[in-house]
Protein backbone atom coordinates (compact mmCIF):
# COMPACT_ATOMS: atom_id res chain seq x y z
CA UNK A 1 0.00 0.00 0.00
CA UNK A 2 1.23 3.36 -0.67
CA UNK A 3 1.94 5.76 2.16
CA UNK A 4 2.98 8.85 -0.44
CA UNK A 5 0.91 11.25 2.28
CA UNK A 6 2.71 9.85 5.22
CA UNK A 7 4.67 13.04 6.56
CA UNK A 8 8.64 12.29 6.95
CA UNK A 9 10.47 14.07 9.65
CA UNK A 10 13.53 15.21 10.26
CA UNK A 11 15.62 17.64 8.13
CA UNK A 12 12.31 19.17 7.41
CA UNK A 13 13.46 22.79 7.72
CA UNK A 14 16.99 24.10 7.43
CA UNK A 15 18.60 24.94 10.63
CA UNK A 16 17.12 27.89 11.71
CA UNK A 17 19.57 30.64 13.66
CA UNK A 18 20.45 29.37 17.08
CA UNK A 19 21.44 32.56 19.54
CA UNK A 20 24.43 31.81 21.68
CA UNK A 21 23.28 30.86 25.50
CA UNK A 22 24.53 32.98 28.21
CA UNK A 23 27.66 31.35 30.05
CA UNK A 24 27.13 31.64 34.19
CA UNK A 25 30.82 32.13 34.95
CA UNK A 26 32.31 33.67 38.26
CA UNK A 27 34.81 36.95 37.88
CA UNK A 28 37.74 34.76 39.46
CA UNK A 29 37.35 32.33 35.81
CA UNK A 30 36.72 34.76 33.49
CA UNK A 31 39.66 37.27 34.85
CA UNK A 32 41.83 34.30 33.62
CA UNK A 33 40.34 33.69 29.85
CA UNK A 34 42.76 34.46 27.26
CA UNK A 35 42.02 32.61 24.77
CA UNK A 36 39.93 34.22 21.99
CA UNK A 37 38.98 32.46 18.64
CA UNK A 38 36.49 32.71 15.45
CA UNK A 39 34.37 29.71 14.24
CA UNK A 40 34.35 29.62 10.69
CA UNK A 41 35.91 32.37 8.26
CA UNK A 42 33.47 34.78 7.37
CA UNK A 43 33.22 38.65 8.70
CA UNK A 44 29.75 37.38 10.35
CA UNK A 45 31.32 33.83 12.35
CA UNK A 46 30.86 34.48 16.23
CA UNK A 47 33.96 35.25 18.27
CA UNK A 48 34.47 33.01 21.40
CA UNK A 49 36.48 33.30 24.64
CA UNK A 50 37.69 29.90 25.79
CA UNK A 51 36.64 29.38 29.95
CA UNK A 52 39.62 27.83 31.50
CA UNK A 53 36.79 25.06 32.47
CA UNK A 54 36.75 24.17 29.08
CA UNK A 55 33.94 25.81 27.68
CA UNK A 56 33.68 28.18 24.80
CA UNK A 57 31.57 31.43 25.65
CA UNK A 58 30.37 34.14 23.16
CA UNK A 59 28.16 35.44 25.74
CA UNK A 60 28.00 35.76 29.69
CA UNK A 61 25.22 36.25 32.03
CA UNK A 62 26.28 38.04 35.40
CA UNK A 63 24.55 39.16 38.11
CA UNK A 64 26.66 41.04 40.79
CA UNK A 65 26.89 44.49 42.85
CA UNK A 66 27.63 47.50 40.88
CA UNK A 67 30.21 49.29 43.02
CA UNK A 68 31.04 51.90 41.01
CA UNK A 69 30.83 53.41 37.49
CA UNK A 70 33.54 55.31 35.05
CA UNK A 71 32.12 57.71 32.33
CA UNK A 72 34.90 58.03 29.84
CA UNK A 73 35.72 60.39 26.73
CA UNK A 74 34.72 63.54 25.46
CA UNK A 75 33.26 62.90 21.57
CA UNK A 76 32.82 59.07 22.25
CA UNK A 77 31.11 57.97 25.62
CA UNK A 78 32.10 55.30 27.24
CA UNK A 79 30.88 53.68 30.74
CA UNK A 80 32.97 51.29 32.58
CA UNK A 81 31.33 49.28 35.54
CA UNK A 82 32.42 46.90 38.28
CA UNK A 83 30.62 44.27 39.02
CA UNK A 84 31.29 42.50 41.61
CA UNK A 85 30.62 38.84 43.06
CA UNK A 86 31.34 36.54 45.27
CA UNK A 87 34.53 35.38 43.55
CA UNK A 88 36.00 39.01 42.47
CA UNK A 89 34.91 42.26 39.85
CA UNK A 90 34.26 41.54 36.74
CA UNK A 91 34.55 44.71 33.74
CA UNK A 92 31.71 45.71 32.35
CA UNK A 93 31.66 48.58 29.29
CA UNK A 94 29.23 49.67 26.97
CA UNK A 95 29.96 52.32 24.12
CA UNK A 96 28.53 53.91 21.56
CA UNK A 97 27.49 50.93 19.59
CA UNK A 98 25.98 49.93 22.79
CA UNK A 99 23.18 52.72 23.53
CA UNK A 100 20.63 50.88 24.71
CA UNK A 101 23.10 49.01 27.35
CA UNK A 102 25.35 52.32 28.43
CA UNK A 103 21.90 54.32 28.70
CA UNK A 104 20.68 51.40 31.18
CA UNK A 105 24.23 52.13 33.26
CA UNK A 106 24.10 55.63 33.43
CA UNK A 107 20.49 54.96 35.12
CA UNK A 108 21.86 52.89 37.89
CA UNK A 109 22.89 54.61 41.19
CA UNK A 110 25.70 52.37 42.55
CA UNK A 111 25.78 50.26 44.80
CA UNK A 112 23.04 47.94 43.36
CA UNK A 113 22.47 44.50 41.99
CA UNK A 114 22.75 44.26 38.54
CA UNK A 115 21.46 41.80 36.01
CA UNK A 116 24.73 41.68 32.64
CA UNK A 117 24.05 40.29 29.89
CA UNK A 118 27.65 41.03 27.42
CA UNK A 119 30.01 39.62 25.31
CA UNK A 120 33.61 38.81 26.45
CA UNK A 121 36.36 40.98 24.98
CA UNK A 122 39.84 40.24 25.26
CA UNK A 123 42.26 43.15 25.02
CA UNK A 124 45.83 44.25 25.85
CA UNK A 125 46.11 47.04 27.81
CA UNK A 126 48.12 49.95 25.64
CA UNK A 127 50.91 50.62 28.08
CA UNK A 128 52.03 47.07 28.07
CA UNK A 129 50.23 46.76 31.17
CA UNK A 130 48.89 43.20 30.43
CA UNK A 131 45.96 41.14 29.12
CA UNK A 132 42.66 42.20 30.09
CA UNK A 133 38.62 41.01 29.58
CA UNK A 134 35.60 42.78 30.28
CA UNK A 135 32.13 41.95 29.15
CA UNK A 136 30.53 44.30 26.48
CA UNK A 137 27.44 44.79 27.68
CA UNK A 138 24.16 44.66 25.99
CA UNK A 139 21.86 44.72 28.58
CA UNK A 140 22.31 45.85 32.40
CA UNK A 141 19.17 45.85 34.36
CA UNK A 142 18.72 46.74 38.25
CA UNK A 143 17.71 43.09 39.74
CA UNK A 144 16.86 42.16 43.33
CA UNK A 145 18.80 40.17 45.73
CA UNK A 146 16.92 37.20 45.25
CA UNK A 147 18.24 37.31 41.77
CA UNK A 148 21.80 37.67 42.53
CA UNK A 149 21.39 34.85 45.21
CA UNK A 150 20.16 32.78 42.46
CA UNK A 151 22.76 33.44 40.01
CA UNK A 152 25.25 32.51 42.41
CA UNK A 153 23.69 28.94 42.98
CA UNK A 154 23.49 29.08 39.08
CA UNK A 155 26.96 30.11 38.27
CA UNK A 156 28.08 27.18 40.58
CA UNK A 157 25.82 24.21 39.32
CA UNK A 158 27.26 25.89 35.44
CA UNK A 159 31.02 25.64 36.62
CA UNK A 160 30.46 22.73 38.35
CA UNK A 161 28.89 20.87 35.20
CA UNK A 162 32.14 22.14 33.22
CA UNK A 163 34.49 20.60 36.05
CA UNK A 164 32.67 17.65 35.35
CA UNK A 165 33.00 17.37 31.63
CA UNK A 166 36.90 18.37 31.71
CA UNK A 167 38.55 16.54 30.08
CA UNK A 168 35.76 14.90 27.82
CA UNK A 169 34.85 17.57 25.34
CA UNK A 170 37.19 19.33 22.61
CA UNK A 171 37.19 22.79 24.20
CA UNK A 172 38.00 21.44 27.55
CA UNK A 173 41.01 19.32 25.81
CA UNK A 174 42.11 23.11 24.06
CA UNK A 175 41.57 24.92 27.70
CA UNK A 176 43.92 22.24 29.27
CA UNK A 177 46.98 23.17 26.57
CA UNK A 178 45.81 26.87 26.71
CA UNK A 179 45.50 27.68 30.38
CA UNK A 180 47.67 24.75 31.86
CA UNK A 181 45.03 25.38 34.66
CA UNK A 182 43.60 22.39 37.09
CA UNK A 183 40.17 22.65 37.14
CA UNK A 184 39.98 22.13 40.68
CA UNK A 185 41.21 25.26 41.54
CA UNK A 186 37.72 26.63 40.04
CA UNK A 187 36.33 23.78 42.42
CA UNK A 188 37.63 25.73 45.30
CA UNK A 189 36.34 28.55 43.98
CA UNK A 190 33.07 27.50 43.93
CA UNK A 191 32.97 26.54 47.00
CA UNK A 192 33.91 29.47 48.35
CA UNK A 193 31.22 31.17 46.71
CA UNK A 194 29.15 29.00 48.18
CA UNK A 195 30.14 29.54 52.01
CA UNK A 196 29.48 32.79 51.39
CA UNK A 197 26.22 32.50 50.13
CA UNK A 198 25.76 30.54 53.69
CA UNK A 199 26.10 33.23 56.44
CA UNK B 1 -4.77 -20.44 -0.16
CA UNK B 2 -6.22 -22.56 -3.34
CA UNK B 3 -6.41 -20.05 -6.60
CA UNK B 4 -8.55 -22.29 -8.19
CA UNK B 5 -10.94 -21.94 -5.89
CA UNK B 6 -11.08 -18.33 -5.55
CA UNK B 7 -10.98 -18.48 -9.68
CA UNK B 8 -14.21 -20.77 -9.47
CA UNK B 9 -16.00 -17.97 -6.99
CA UNK B 10 -15.05 -15.70 -8.91
CA UNK B 11 -16.50 -17.07 -12.13
CA UNK B 12 -19.76 -18.14 -10.24
CA UNK B 13 -20.08 -14.22 -9.25
CA UNK B 14 -19.74 -13.67 -13.22
CA UNK B 15 -22.10 -15.95 -13.82
CA UNK B 16 -24.97 -14.95 -11.86
CA UNK B 17 -24.83 -11.97 -13.68
CA UNK B 18 -25.39 -13.59 -16.85
CA UNK B 19 -21.80 -14.14 -18.72
CA UNK B 20 -19.40 -16.56 -18.72
CA UNK B 21 -15.58 -16.25 -18.33
CA UNK B 22 -13.40 -18.96 -18.83
CA UNK B 23 -12.38 -20.30 -15.36
CA UNK B 24 -8.95 -21.13 -16.31
CA UNK B 25 -8.29 -17.46 -17.85
CA UNK B 26 -9.07 -16.00 -14.25
CA UNK B 27 -6.86 -18.14 -12.85
CA UNK B 28 -3.83 -17.63 -14.51
CA UNK B 29 -4.90 -13.99 -14.05
CA UNK B 30 -5.01 -14.61 -10.28
CA UNK B 31 -1.21 -16.39 -10.63
CA UNK B 32 -0.06 -14.23 -12.09
CA UNK B 33 -0.78 -11.66 -9.27
CA UNK B 34 -0.19 -13.76 -6.73
CA UNK B 35 3.27 -15.67 -7.97
CA UNK B 36 4.68 -13.02 -10.02
CA UNK B 37 4.19 -9.79 -8.27
CA UNK B 38 3.81 -11.05 -4.80
CA UNK B 39 -0.11 -9.50 -4.44
CA UNK B 40 -1.79 -10.89 -1.72
CA UNK B 41 -4.53 -13.43 -2.72
CA UNK B 42 -7.33 -10.88 -1.12
CA UNK B 43 -6.35 -8.36 -3.50
CA UNK B 44 -5.61 -10.44 -6.25
CA UNK B 45 -9.19 -11.35 -6.12
CA UNK B 46 -10.46 -7.97 -6.05
CA UNK B 47 -8.18 -6.51 -8.57
CA UNK B 48 -9.31 -9.79 -11.36
CA UNK B 49 -12.68 -9.15 -9.95
CA UNK B 50 -12.71 -5.36 -11.02
CA UNK B 51 -10.86 -6.37 -13.81
CA UNK B 52 -13.33 -8.55 -15.51
CA UNK B 53 -15.94 -6.15 -14.19
CA UNK B 54 -15.27 -3.44 -16.64
CA UNK B 55 -14.31 -6.06 -19.39
CA UNK B 56 -17.62 -7.79 -19.16
CA UNK B 57 -19.26 -4.40 -18.20
CA UNK B 58 -21.08 -6.47 -15.42
CA UNK B 59 -21.94 -4.03 -12.36
CA UNK B 60 -22.28 -5.12 -8.39
CA UNK B 61 -19.00 -7.42 -8.22
CA UNK B 62 -17.24 -5.56 -5.96
CA UNK B 63 -17.03 -6.15 -2.14
CA UNK B 64 -16.65 -10.07 -3.06
CA UNK B 65 -14.00 -9.81 -0.87
CA UNK B 66 -14.76 -11.08 2.82
CA UNK B 67 -13.60 -8.99 5.15
CA UNK B 68 -13.79 -9.31 9.09
CA UNK B 69 -16.24 -6.59 10.49
CA UNK B 70 -13.27 -3.78 12.26
CA UNK B 71 -14.36 -1.44 15.78
CA UNK B 72 -13.23 1.79 14.06
CA UNK B 73 -10.88 2.67 16.64
CA UNK B 74 -8.58 -0.11 16.12
CA UNK B 75 -8.08 0.60 12.70
CA UNK B 76 -4.75 0.61 11.17
CA UNK B 77 -3.56 1.90 8.23
CA UNK B 78 -2.71 -0.92 5.47
CA UNK B 79 -5.81 -2.45 6.04
CA UNK B 80 -8.46 -3.87 4.60
CA UNK B 81 -11.17 -3.45 6.25
CA UNK B 82 -15.40 -3.50 7.21
CA UNK B 83 -16.76 -1.50 9.08
CA UNK B 84 -20.13 -0.21 10.63
CA UNK B 85 -21.04 2.97 11.42
CA UNK B 86 -22.87 6.40 11.07
CA UNK B 87 -21.36 9.18 8.94
CA UNK B 88 -21.55 12.03 11.72
CA UNK B 89 -19.90 14.47 9.50
CA UNK B 90 -19.44 15.45 5.45
CA UNK B 91 -17.30 18.11 4.46
CA UNK B 92 -16.48 19.57 1.00
CA UNK B 93 -13.97 17.69 -1.29
CA UNK B 94 -11.05 19.91 -2.48
CA UNK B 95 -10.11 17.50 -5.42
CA UNK B 96 -12.65 16.30 -8.83
CA UNK B 97 -11.44 12.94 -7.83
CA UNK B 98 -12.91 13.06 -4.92
CA UNK B 99 -16.79 12.57 -4.59
CA UNK B 100 -17.11 13.19 -1.10
CA UNK B 101 -15.33 13.53 2.38
CA UNK B 102 -16.59 13.46 5.95
CA UNK B 103 -16.61 11.23 9.36
CA UNK B 104 -17.95 7.82 10.19
CA UNK B 105 -18.74 6.88 13.99
CA UNK B 106 -19.28 3.38 15.65
CA UNK B 107 -19.22 3.22 19.48
CA UNK B 108 -15.82 2.96 19.86
CA UNK B 109 -14.37 5.69 17.75
CA UNK B 110 -14.63 8.04 14.45
CA UNK B 111 -12.46 7.83 11.27
CA UNK B 112 -12.42 10.41 8.45
CA UNK B 113 -13.02 8.62 5.00
CA UNK B 114 -13.00 9.91 1.76
CA UNK B 115 -15.32 8.55 -1.31
CA UNK B 116 -13.18 8.70 -4.64
CA UNK B 117 -15.27 9.85 -7.63
CA UNK B 118 -14.32 6.59 -9.76
CA UNK B 119 -15.65 4.48 -6.77
CA UNK B 120 -19.44 4.71 -8.09
CA UNK B 121 -20.38 4.52 -4.40
CA UNK B 122 -23.85 6.09 -3.67
CA UNK B 123 -23.97 9.60 -1.88
CA UNK B 124 -23.60 9.24 2.08
CA UNK B 125 -25.96 11.33 3.81
CA UNK B 126 -25.23 12.81 7.29
CA UNK B 127 -26.87 11.62 10.65
CA UNK B 128 -27.46 7.72 8.20
CA UNK B 129 -25.51 4.22 9.11
CA UNK B 130 -23.84 2.61 6.29
CA UNK B 131 -21.85 -1.26 6.13
CA UNK B 132 -18.54 0.12 4.05
CA UNK B 133 -16.82 -3.53 2.54
CA UNK B 134 -13.65 -3.57 1.85
CA UNK B 135 -12.62 -0.32 2.20
CA UNK B 136 -8.62 0.39 2.50
CA UNK B 137 -7.42 2.57 5.62
CA UNK B 138 -4.32 4.57 5.09
CA UNK B 139 -2.67 7.31 6.67
CA UNK B 140 -2.63 11.02 5.68
CA UNK B 141 -0.55 13.11 8.00
CA UNK B 142 -0.24 10.65 10.46
CA UNK B 143 -3.75 10.19 10.88
CA UNK B 144 -5.40 6.66 10.00
CA UNK B 145 -8.30 7.19 6.86
CA UNK B 146 -10.94 4.93 5.47
CA UNK B 147 -10.56 4.88 1.46
CA UNK B 148 -13.63 3.75 -0.29
CA UNK B 149 -13.14 3.07 -3.62
CA UNK B 150 -14.17 1.47 -6.77
CA UNK B 151 -13.95 -2.36 -4.86
CA UNK B 152 -15.45 -1.44 -1.71
CA UNK B 153 -19.40 -2.06 -1.56
CA UNK B 154 -21.44 0.40 0.69
CA UNK B 155 -24.95 -0.59 1.93
CA UNK B 156 -27.03 1.68 4.11
CA UNK B 157 -28.59 0.12 6.40
CA UNK B 158 -31.70 0.52 8.89
CA UNK B 159 -30.93 0.68 13.11
CA UNK B 160 -31.64 2.68 15.80
CA UNK B 161 -28.56 2.08 17.35
CA UNK B 162 -28.02 5.17 19.81
CA UNK B 163 -24.56 6.66 19.14
CA UNK B 164 -22.43 7.81 21.78
CA UNK B 165 -19.89 9.80 21.26
CA UNK B 166 -16.24 8.57 22.85
CA UNK B 167 -14.84 11.19 24.42
CA UNK B 168 -11.24 11.32 25.12
CA UNK B 169 -8.86 13.20 27.49
CA UNK B 170 -6.73 15.96 25.40
CA UNK B 171 -3.68 14.41 26.56
CA UNK B 172 -4.51 11.49 24.98
CA UNK B 173 -5.21 13.24 21.66
CA UNK B 174 -3.49 11.46 18.57
CA UNK B 175 -4.00 12.52 15.01
CA UNK B 176 -7.60 11.43 13.58
CA UNK B 177 -10.99 11.83 14.84
CA UNK B 178 -11.60 12.87 18.25
CA UNK B 179 -14.60 13.98 20.47
CA UNK B 180 -13.66 15.99 23.61
CA UNK B 181 -15.10 18.12 26.99
CA UNK B 182 -13.20 21.08 27.08
CA UNK B 183 -13.28 24.85 28.06
CA UNK B 184 -11.93 27.17 25.70
CA UNK B 185 -8.77 28.93 27.76
CA UNK B 186 -6.88 31.13 24.85
CA UNK B 187 -7.77 33.09 22.08
CA UNK B 188 -4.91 33.80 19.64
CA UNK B 189 -4.00 35.90 16.88
CA UNK B 190 -5.04 34.69 13.44
CA UNK B 191 -2.16 34.14 10.92
CA UNK B 192 -4.53 33.95 7.87
CA UNK B 193 -7.58 35.32 6.39
CA UNK B 194 -9.44 31.94 5.91
CA UNK B 195 -9.20 31.59 10.38
CA UNK B 196 -11.99 32.35 11.81
CA UNK B 197 -10.50 31.74 15.30
CA UNK B 198 -8.00 29.93 16.87
CA UNK B 199 -6.61 29.38 20.71
CA UNK B 200 -6.32 27.11 23.04
CA UNK B 201 -8.83 24.99 24.46
CA UNK B 202 -8.29 22.65 27.30
CA UNK B 203 -9.34 20.02 30.42
CA UNK B 204 -7.87 18.71 33.21
CA UNK B 205 -5.67 16.42 31.95
CA UNK B 206 -3.63 19.95 29.00
CA UNK B 207 -4.24 22.20 26.54
CA UNK B 208 -4.51 21.72 22.64
CA UNK B 209 -4.42 24.36 20.09
CA UNK B 210 -7.65 24.46 18.17
CA UNK B 211 -8.55 26.41 15.11
CA UNK B 212 -12.17 27.23 13.03
CA UNK B 213 -11.68 28.00 9.48
CA UNK B 214 -14.20 30.51 8.06
CA UNK B 215 -17.41 28.43 6.63
CA UNK B 216 -20.92 28.90 6.75
CA UNK B 217 -22.76 28.86 9.97
CA UNK B 218 -19.47 28.33 11.82
CA UNK B 219 -19.63 30.56 15.79
CA UNK B 220 -16.19 31.25 17.30
CA UNK B 221 -16.27 30.09 20.85
CA UNK B 222 -16.48 31.75 24.09
CA UNK B 223 -13.74 32.91 26.11
CA UNK B 224 -13.94 30.58 29.34
CA UNK B 225 -17.27 28.46 28.32
CA UNK B 226 -17.32 24.66 28.54
CA UNK B 227 -18.17 23.30 25.25
CA UNK B 228 -18.64 19.40 24.57
CA UNK B 229 -16.66 18.51 20.69
CA UNK B 230 -18.05 16.06 18.86
CA UNK B 231 -15.95 14.67 15.96
CA UNK B 232 -13.44 17.18 15.21
CA UNK B 233 -10.22 16.12 13.10
CA UNK B 234 -7.64 16.33 15.10
CA UNK B 235 -4.22 17.50 12.69
CA UNK B 236 -0.63 16.79 13.45
CA UNK B 237 1.77 19.36 12.16
CA UNK B 238 5.65 19.59 12.57
CA UNK B 239 4.98 17.21 15.92
CA UNK B 240 2.14 19.37 17.48
CA UNK B 241 -1.62 18.48 17.33
CA UNK B 242 -4.80 20.75 16.56
CA UNK B 243 -8.12 20.28 16.40
CA UNK B 244 -9.87 21.52 13.67
CA UNK B 245 -13.74 21.94 14.53
CA UNK B 246 -15.18 22.38 11.67
CA UNK B 247 -15.66 18.83 10.92
CA UNK B 248 -17.55 18.30 14.16
CA UNK B 249 -20.31 19.60 16.39
CA UNK B 250 -20.04 22.29 19.34
CA UNK B 251 -22.23 22.01 21.84
CA UNK B 252 -21.56 24.75 24.87
CA UNK B 253 -22.24 23.45 28.16
CA UNK B 254 -23.06 26.73 30.11
CA UNK B 255 -23.57 25.07 33.54
CA UNK B 256 -20.67 23.23 33.90
CA UNK B 257 -17.38 24.43 34.96
CA UNK B 258 -13.78 22.40 34.21
CA UNK B 259 -10.08 23.19 35.33
CA UNK B 260 -7.63 23.52 33.11
CA UNK B 261 -4.56 21.37 33.20
CA UNK B 262 -1.44 23.37 32.36
CA UNK B 263 0.45 20.58 30.19
CA UNK B 264 2.87 21.44 28.30
CA UNK B 265 6.18 21.93 29.47
CA UNK B 266 8.11 24.00 32.26
CA UNK B 267 11.08 26.07 30.73
CA UNK B 268 13.69 27.39 33.62
CA UNK B 269 15.93 29.70 32.91
CA UNK B 270 16.98 33.83 33.05
CA UNK B 271 15.39 36.38 30.63
CA UNK B 272 18.62 37.38 28.62
CA UNK B 273 16.65 39.58 25.89
CA UNK B 274 13.40 41.55 25.48
CA UNK B 275 12.48 41.95 22.06
CA UNK B 276 10.63 44.70 20.13
CA UNK B 277 7.16 44.61 20.46
CA UNK B 278 6.55 43.21 23.98
CA UNK B 279 4.89 45.85 26.18
CA UNK B 280 1.94 47.52 24.95
CA UNK B 281 0.56 46.72 21.58
CA UNK B 282 -2.27 47.98 19.25
CA UNK B 283 -4.22 45.26 17.65
CA UNK B 284 -6.07 45.26 14.52
CA UNK B 285 -9.82 45.34 15.41
CA UNK B 286 -11.21 43.67 12.01
CA UNK B 287 -12.80 40.29 13.58
CA UNK B 288 -10.67 37.64 12.93
CA UNK B 289 -7.57 39.85 12.20
CA UNK B 290 -6.36 40.83 15.57
CA UNK B 291 -2.97 41.39 13.57
CA UNK B 292 -0.50 44.38 16.07
CA UNK B 293 -0.42 47.52 14.37
CA UNK B 294 2.18 49.46 13.33
CA UNK B 295 2.93 53.14 15.03
CA UNK B 296 0.85 54.47 12.95
CA UNK B 297 -2.34 52.48 13.19
CA UNK B 298 -1.33 50.66 9.93
CA UNK B 299 -2.45 46.95 9.20
CA UNK B 300 -0.67 44.94 6.87
CA UNK B 301 -4.34 43.76 5.35
CA UNK B 302 -6.80 46.22 6.97
CA UNK B 303 -4.64 49.52 6.32
CA UNK B 304 -5.23 52.17 8.64
CA UNK B 305 -7.41 51.06 11.62
CA UNK B 306 -7.89 53.96 14.45
CA UNK B 307 -10.72 52.02 16.58
CA UNK B 308 -7.62 49.59 17.13
CA UNK B 309 -7.18 47.46 20.79
CA UNK B 310 -4.73 47.55 22.90
CA UNK B 311 -3.08 44.16 24.11
CA UNK B 312 0.19 43.40 26.04
CA UNK B 313 2.67 41.14 25.84
CA UNK B 314 6.34 40.15 26.06
CA UNK B 315 8.78 38.18 23.45
CA UNK B 316 11.49 37.18 25.30
CA UNK B 317 14.41 34.84 25.56
CA UNK B 318 14.94 32.52 27.94
CA UNK B 319 18.32 31.22 28.50
CA UNK B 320 19.47 28.16 31.27
CA UNK B 321 23.17 28.60 30.13
CA UNK B 322 23.07 25.97 27.61
CA UNK B 323 20.26 26.41 25.58
CA UNK B 324 17.92 29.59 24.63
CA UNK B 325 13.98 29.84 23.64
CA UNK B 326 12.24 31.94 22.53
CA UNK B 327 9.05 32.85 24.31
CA UNK B 328 5.97 34.99 24.19
CA UNK B 329 3.80 35.66 26.65
CA UNK B 330 0.31 37.20 26.55
CA UNK B 331 -1.83 39.31 28.31
CA UNK B 332 -2.61 37.89 31.16
CA UNK B 333 0.73 36.10 31.73
CA UNK B 334 2.33 39.32 31.10
CA UNK B 335 0.58 40.76 33.69
CA UNK B 336 1.29 39.08 36.28
CA UNK B 337 5.49 38.68 35.17
CA UNK B 338 5.40 42.53 35.07
CA UNK B 339 3.32 43.37 37.88
CA UNK B 340 1.26 45.60 35.82
CA UNK B 341 -2.31 45.48 34.28
CA UNK B 342 -3.17 46.37 30.82
CA UNK B 343 -5.21 49.19 31.98
CA UNK B 344 -2.48 50.40 34.27
CA UNK B 345 -0.07 50.16 31.17
CA UNK B 346 -2.41 52.02 28.88
CA UNK B 347 -2.83 54.84 31.58
CA UNK B 348 1.20 55.32 31.88
CA UNK B 349 1.28 55.35 27.88
CA UNK B 350 -1.16 57.88 27.42
CA UNK B 351 0.51 60.03 30.20
CA UNK B 352 4.15 59.57 29.18
CA UNK B 353 6.03 61.75 27.01
CA UNK B 354 7.39 58.52 26.22
CA UNK B 355 4.20 56.86 25.36
CA UNK B 356 4.63 53.48 24.71
CA UNK B 357 8.04 53.05 24.76
CA UNK B 358 7.47 53.74 28.41
CA UNK B 359 5.70 50.51 29.18
CA UNK B 360 8.16 48.64 26.87
CA UNK B 361 11.21 49.60 29.39
CA UNK B 362 8.97 49.50 32.51
CA UNK B 363 8.32 45.83 31.72
CA UNK B 364 11.97 45.07 29.90
CA UNK B 365 13.46 46.41 33.53
CA UNK B 366 10.83 43.83 35.69
CA UNK B 367 11.32 40.51 33.80
CA UNK B 368 15.37 41.28 32.51
CA UNK B 369 17.54 39.00 34.63
CA UNK B 370 14.81 37.33 36.15
CA UNK B 371 14.92 33.73 36.74
CA UNK B 372 11.51 32.44 35.44
CA UNK B 373 10.26 29.04 35.53
CA UNK B 374 7.55 28.94 32.43
CA UNK B 375 4.92 26.54 31.68
CA UNK B 376 4.33 26.41 28.01
CA UNK B 377 4.13 24.04 25.05
CA UNK B 378 7.28 24.32 22.53
CA UNK B 379 5.11 26.09 19.01
CA UNK B 380 8.04 25.36 16.62
CA UNK B 381 10.44 28.30 17.05
CA UNK B 382 8.54 30.05 20.55
CA UNK B 383 7.63 28.50 23.61
CA UNK B 384 4.11 29.83 24.11
CA UNK B 385 4.55 30.60 28.11
CA UNK B 386 0.81 29.79 29.77
CA UNK B 387 2.02 30.38 33.06
CA UNK B 388 5.41 32.06 34.12
CA UNK B 389 6.57 31.86 38.18
CA UNK B 390 9.39 33.41 39.66
CA UNK B 391 12.01 30.82 40.36
CA UNK B 392 12.40 30.72 44.04
CA UNK B 393 16.12 30.72 46.49
CA UNK B 394 15.82 27.26 47.99
CA UNK B 395 18.30 26.75 50.76
CA UNK B 396 18.26 22.97 50.17
CA UNK B 397 19.82 23.38 46.37
CA UNK B 398 22.50 25.48 47.50
CA UNK B 399 23.04 22.38 50.50
CA UNK B 400 23.33 19.98 47.66
CA UNK B 401 25.76 22.65 45.84
CA UNK B 402 28.13 22.56 48.46
CA UNK B 403 28.24 18.93 49.09
CA UNK B 404 29.00 18.61 45.37
CA UNK B 405 31.72 21.55 45.64
CA UNK B 406 33.19 19.58 48.22
CA UNK B 407 33.45 22.37 50.45
CA UNK B 408 32.14 22.49 53.89
CA UNK B 409 29.46 24.26 55.26
Known sequence: MKRENQMTFGNRREARFEREPARRVFAAEL????????????????????LPTGQRCNRAFVVGSMTEKMRQGEQNIFYRARVVDPTGTTFVTAGNYQPEAMQQIARVEPPAFVAVVGKPNVFEAPDGGGVYISLRAESVTVVDRETRDLWVLDAAKATLDRIDAYGTTEDSKKAAEEYRIDPALFRKTVADALAQMHL | MDLSIVAERISQKILSKGKNVDQKEIEAKLRLLVDEFGVQPAEAERTVINELGREYQVQGLAGAVETDRHAIAELVPD????????????????????????IIADASGAIRFVVWAKAGAPCLEQGRWYRVESAVVDAFRNAPNLKIHSGTTVTAIETDKPLLPSVVNVAELKPGVASVHVKMVQEWEARSERILQTGLVGDPTGTTKFTIWKEEGKEPLTSDTVYDIYYATVDEYNGRLSLVLNSGTVVPDEEAELDVGAGGQVYGGAIVHVGQGSGLVKRCPVEGCNRVLSRQNYCPIHEIQPEFRYDLRIKAVLDDGVTTKNILMQRETTEAA??????????????????????????????????????????????????????????????????????EA
Open chain 2, 79 to 102: EWVTIEGKVVGLSAPNSPSIAQTG
Open chain 2, 338 to 407: AGLTLDEAVELAENSPLGMDEVFLRVQSAVMGRYLDCRGRDMDTTVLVTGAERHRFDPAALAALIDRAGG
Open chain 1, 31 to 50: REARHQFKEGTEEKSPTYVL
